[in-house]
């Protein structure tokens, strides 16, 4: 069973870039599909961004398409998103998810089809 530990939030202020990094470990990363959701304050937990065992595919949500970019290293077991001009809005902690070993990749597009998550990173933009 995979754990997922994400790193990199903090605080910064809007037009900032920041780079989310989640680390695997106990699975084989390349057979999980890997995705990013987030959670806003008093607001459902929803997905941003996701990619393929091998970076085959990455999609994104509407509201991220041109400011983030979601990455990963499967020899590093590490999975990435780098966010560049950041907005208020985009306050919300940030999860890292994987998909079961095998799954469709639309699966990892839903927090119903997520199998694995991480605790979460705190990222917060001022204006």
């Known amino acids: 069973q995979v754990q997922l530990v994400e790193s990199g939030g903090g605080s910064v202020q809007a037009g900032d870039s920041l780079r989310l990094s989640c680390a695997a470990s106990?699975?084989?990363?390349?057979?999980?599909?890997m995705g990013w959701f987030r959670q806003a304050p008093g607001k459902e937990r929803e997905f941003v961004t996701s990619?393929?065992?091998?970076?085959?595919?990455?999609y994104y949500t509407d509201s991220v398409k041109g400011r983030f970019t979601i990455s990963r290293d499967n020899a590093a077991n590490v999975l990435y998103l780098q966010r560049n001009s950041l907005k208020p809005e985009d306050t919300a902690v940030y999860y890292c998810?994987?998909?079961?070993?095998?799954?469709?990749?639309?699966?990892?597009?839903?927090?119903?089809?997520?199998?694995?998550w991480g605790k979460g990173t705190l990222v917060t933009v001022s204006s």
């Open positions: 998810a994987a998909s079961r070993p095998g799954a469709a990749g639309a699966t990892i597009q839903t927090t119903s089809g997520a199998a694995y």
């Open positions: 106990g699975g084989t990363f390349s057979q999980h599909h």
């Open positions: 990619i393929g065992r091998v970076a085959g595919y990455r």
